[in-house]
T-cell receptor
Framework: NAGVMQNPRHLVRRRGQEARLRCSPMKGHSHVYWYRQLPEEGLKFMVYLQKENIIDESGMPKERFSAEFPKEGPSILRIQQVVRGDSAAYFC?????????????FGSGTRLTVV | GIQVEQSPPDLILQEGANSTLRCNFSDSVNNLQWFHQNPWGQLINLFYIPSGTKQNGRLSATTVATERYSLLYISSSQTTDSGVYFCAVRVDGGSQGNLIFGKGTKLSVKP
């Protein structure tokens, strides 16, 4: 079991470009959660998805950010027209429908740097 | 919204020492978890402990939900215990995915 896979590990984008962050959940997990961590801070919830559905996006900024979890393939967090303030570590976690938070497993994160 | 406060913010220990980390929360919760973020950034799920006490090797955790706090005990600390320890809660009625994290306790264990 390969665990939760995130790629890329590091991503550098110039201001105004788009950033795409990928998350492949653990085998058997159909729930995906995205969190953002600013330097020296705890993680902040962004969005919770199940296959083809957004369940809770209360933590997503209203503009430029979107997330999807298609029937096939990884979950994608997309940030359009990145700004310096988007620089952060973005973590994805997954769980099975039966475990919920109990079975939360995090990926290693994507460190986004906007220059 | 709910406040999650962790103390102390920083802790330096000599290898072999014991320590207690605290997490206070301001509202009723139906889930509490402890995570360890190692120096390479990887987050490890340590305990799912909405109430009661659990032990896993040198680590143990206790949550007293009625008094809105949880404690993480580390005994006989090792250098590999270094990193940041986060407490995270889910409020009653909150969505399954929405964990609220504290700012963490940064632990450094010296050889």
């Amino acid at each position: 079991n390969a665990g939760v896979m995130q790629n890329p590990r590091h991503l550098v984008r110039r201001r105004g470009q788009e950033a795409r962050l990928r998350c492949s959940p653990m085998k058997g997990h159909s729930h995906v959660y995205w969190y953002r961590q600013l330097p020296e801070e705890g993680l902040k919830f962004m969005v919770y998805l199940q296959k083809e559905n957004i369940i809770d996006e209360s933590g997503m900024p209203k503009e430029r950010f979107s997330a999807e979890f298609p029937k096939e393939g990884p979950s994608i967090l997309r940030i359009q027209q990145v700004v310096r303030g988007d620089s952060a570590a973005y973590f994805c976690a997954s769980s099975s429908p039966f475990e919920g938070n109990y079975g939360y497993t995090f990926g290693s994160g994507t460190r986004l740097t906007v220059v | 919204g709910i406040q999650v406060e962790q103390s102390p913010p920083d802790l330096i220990l000599q290898e072999g020492a014991n320590s207690t980390l605290r997490c206070n929360f301001s509202d009723s919760v139906n889930n509490l978890q402890w995570f360890h973020q190692n120096p390479w950034g990887q987050l490890i799920n340590l305990f799912y402990i909405p109430s009661g006490t659990k032990q896993n090797g040198r680590l143990s955790a206790t949550t007293v939900a009625t008094e809105r706090y949880s404690l993480l005990y580390i005994s006989s600390s090792q250098t590999t215990d270094s990193g940041v320890y986060f407490c995270a809660v889910r409020v009653d009625g909150g969505s399954q995915g929405n964990l609220i994290f504290g700012k963490g306790t940064k632990l450094s264990v010296k050889p």
